[in-house]
Antibody
Framework: EVQLVESGGGLVQPGGSLRLSCAAS????????MTWVRQAPGKGLEWVANINEDGSDKYYEESLKGRFTISRDNAKNSLYLQMNTLRADDTAVYYC????????WGQGTLVTVSS | QSALTQPASVSGSPGQSITISCTGS?????????VSWYQHHPGKAPKLMIY???KRHSGVSNRFSGSKSGNTASLTISGLQAEDEADYYCSSYRSSGTYVFGPGTKVTVL
């Protein structure tokens, strides 16, 4: 069974940093593109970033480039999202998902940016 | 602001068919056959329903179908059921490895 479990969310002050993790199981992690998607309170889904199978290609929503970094550790079956210089409008539930078209999703982890 | 447009809400009675549109441009929906649709019940993980415009994800009821004409993709739900009440999002590949979501459509079963 494919499982994706996000962690690392929490309350952070504006300007702070946070690193989200996504633990994958039930499939050969190194064979799949991975994705981060977020949903701000009361808003729709927003694509954040993708990373290819070996981590050599990374793609970002234009507005997040330079602040967010996607990475992966295939030996640990884990996906990461490093978020820097966080702002209030980064407050959202962050989901990791498998493949470019996101066939399986985690339950999400809540990031709250507030003083 | 999303580059894709969807109706804010669509409703139908049980057993009816409804269609949700997703309009983009030749740079996304019209330019690639990489449109996907997701069902999202608040508080739960989104579920993939349709990918590559017309392909049904494993385990998804055949009451759900996808299509595309020009810059507009569509999701049709036939034989509407109470459990179909949810938010539905389209997504399209747009270029250079990037993607975009539509703003979402709230489906109400009357």
């Amino acid at each position: 069974e494919v499982q994706l479990v996000e962690s690392g969310g929490g309350l952070v002050q504006p300007g702070g940093s946070l690193r989200l993790s996504c633990a994958a199981s039930g499939f050969t992690f190194s064979d799949y593109y991975m994705t981060w998607v977020r949903q701000a309170p009361g808003k729709g889904l927003e694509w954040v970033a993708n990373i290819n199978e070996d981590g050599s290609d990374k793609y970002y929503e234009e507005s997040l480039k330079g602040r967010f970094t996607i990475s992966r550790d295939n030996a640990k079956n884990s996906l990461y999202l490093q978020m820097n210089t966080l702002r209030a409008d980064d407050t959202a539930v962050y989901y990791c998902a498998r493949k470019g078209y996101r066939d399986y999703w985690g339950q999400g982890t809540l990031v709250t940016v507030s003083s | 602001q999303s580059a894709l447009t969807q109706p804010a809400s669509v409703s139908g009675s049980p057993g009816q068919s409804i269609t949700i549109s997703c309009t983009g441009s030749s740079s996304d929906v019209g330019g690639y056959n990489y449109v996907s649709w997701y069902q999202h019940h608040p508080g739960k993980a989104p579920k993939l329903m349709i990918y590559d415009v017309t392909k049904r994800h494993s385990g998804v009821s055949n009451r759900f179908s996808g299509s595309k004409s020009g810059n507009t993709a569509s999701l049709t739900i036939s034989g509407l059921q109470a459990e179909d009440e949810a938010d539905y999002y389209c997504s399209s590949y747009r270029s250079s490895g990037t993607y975009v979501f539509g703003p979402g459509t709230k489906v109400t079963v009357l």
